[in-house]
């Protein structure tokens, strides 16, 4: 059996390390230096790297009893989402409470929040300060917040958005630090304890809108999420507790992320902006020219550098045997950058996707299979119409064309956010 290429001994401690700290840039460069697909061999274990789309579809979509998600994901994540989360779950648990959320997001349900998402981008747009050089980033995250409290929430609870984001913030802003900086420790002190502490704040707002829900008729029923869990009926307390933020802990900082790297690179070429505005204003409902843009950005710009899951059975890759006790971060970065799939990478051409042929598990910035992400249909929705709308009403002139690093470690966010320039439509 030929072993996976990368490094050992110390080099390869450095390797993890800094892949923990600086996932983006180091999967980037130690696959210059290995391939697509490599392996950080530590002794006994290793972390395999899978970025060739055939071994991704391997991973994607073979068995998936061989793979468990529970330990590589409560050490960090369990303090905010909690045990029952079906992000830390495994096997049936996993498959129970992903069927029960999933008709959250039904298609009827996601078109009945366009309004509400244009009137919040709309509200962001009609703030912004003309004529000046901003930061678009900030105003972006909190707007994608709201978007994504109320679509959980429902308008009822709009006055809330931001106070329920801010109780959430320390324990978001937690895990996307370093790792180092993440260490697991029972202590009340340190910003382990203020992401607890922010947990707990939440809970105790999200149980009061629990019980008035309860306690009101059924003939109140709203579109949103957390009526539609409710109406699940199958979900312990906890449970739906634990849906609940993870469904906040996935949705919010993923989607801001996409919608920083999406306004930077769509603004950045005029040709592709006023595509975007001569498409919105000819009032087509479903944007293919907008939709195209944000497949591009998230193709080049993927929200996370990397997803993880621990083998608990070996199993074979393509030449390669992986054995029982390795993590699988399989990179939708390393595939949606592979000149093989994508002539000339990193250049930014929507219309690539416009005649819709795309090699297969090439572009998979939502992963795929029965692990795939759950909030696929909102967060496209959202990035949509957040190209489409700012397009429509305003030109924005990037600070730089440069394309900036990457911060962050679980989701990877530009350095420097979003400084652009907003002018009136021309
Ligand atoms: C651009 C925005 C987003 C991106 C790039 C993204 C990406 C991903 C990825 C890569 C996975 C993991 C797949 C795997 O490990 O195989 C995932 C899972 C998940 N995502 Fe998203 N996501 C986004 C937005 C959202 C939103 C808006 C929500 C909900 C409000 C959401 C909810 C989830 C959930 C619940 C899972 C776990 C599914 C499971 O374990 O079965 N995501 N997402």
């Known amino acids: 059996m030929i072993e996976i290429p990368g490094p050992h001994g110390r080099a390869a401690v450095r390797a993890a390390r800094a892949m923990l700290n600086r996932p983006a840039d180091t999967i980037e ?3 210059a230096s290995y391939g697509r697909t490599f392996a950080i ?6 972390i395999v790297v899978v970025g060739d789309r055939e071994l991704v579809k391997v991973v ?7 793979f468990r998600w529970g330990p590589v994901f409560k050490l960090p994540l369990g303090v905010f989402v909690g045990p029952t989360s079906m992000l830390v779950s495994d096997g049936d648990d996993h498959a129970r409470r992903r069927a029960l959320v999933q008709p959250a997001f039904a298609l009827r349900r996601l078109q009945s929040w366009r309004t509400l998402i244009v009137d919040q981008l709309d509200e962001m747009i009609d703030e912004l300060p003309m004529n000046e050089q901003v930061d678009l980033a900030p ?5 994608i917040r709201r978007i994504v409290v109320r679509v959980l929430f429902g308008a009822d609870l709009a006055a809330g958005a931001d106070d329920i984001g801010e109780r959430l913030a320390p324990a978001a802003e937690y895990l996307n630090r370093p790792m180092g900086k993440q260490i697991p420790h029972p202590f009340p002190w340190g910003a382990r304890e203020r992401a607890r502490a922010s947990r707990r704040s939440f809970d105790a707002r999200l149980d009061a ?3 008035r829900r ?11 999420v957390l009526d539609a869990l409710l109406a699940a009926d199958g979900l312990t307390e906890r449970e739906l507790r634990d849906q609940v933020v993870s469904l906040i802990g996935a949705g919010f900082d993923t989607t801001t992320a996409s919608a920083s790297w999406l306004v930077l690179r769509a603004a ?3 040709e592709v902006w006023t595509q975007l505005r001569e498409e919105a204003d000819g009032n087509e409902r479903t944007g293919r020219y907008a939709e195209a843009v944000v497949h591009e950005s998230l193709r080049i710009h993927p929200a996370g550098a990397y997803a993880p899951r621990l083998v608990a059975k070996s199993f074979a890759l393509g030449p390669y045997r992986v054995r029982r006790g390795s993590a699988i971060a399989w990179s939708p970065l390393l595939t949606g950058r592979d000149p093989a799939s994508w002539p000339d990478p990193m250049r930014f051409d929507p219309s690539r996707h416009l005649d819709g042929d795309e090699p297969e598990y090439a572009w998979v910035p939502f992963g795929a299979g029965s692990r795939s992400c759950l909030g696929f249909g909102l967060a496209r929705l959202n990035l949509t119409l957040v190209a489409s709308r700012l397009a429509q009403r305003v030109d924005l002139s990037p600070a730089s064309r440069e394309i900036p690093g990457v911060v962050g470690t679980v989701t990877g966010h530009p350095v420097g956010g979003v400084p652009v320039t907003v002018t009136a439509r021309r």
């Open 139 to 143: 105003r972006l995250q909190t707007t």
């Open 268 to 270: 950045a070429d005029p």
């Open 209 to 211: 809108e629990i019980a």
């Open 29 to 31: 460069e130690l696959a």
């Open 41 to 46: 061999h530590l002794g006994p274990t290793s």
């Open 214 to 224: 309860r306690a009101a008729s059924p003939s109140d029923a709203s579109d949103d």
């Open 60 to 66: 994607l979509t073979g068995p998936q009893e061989q």
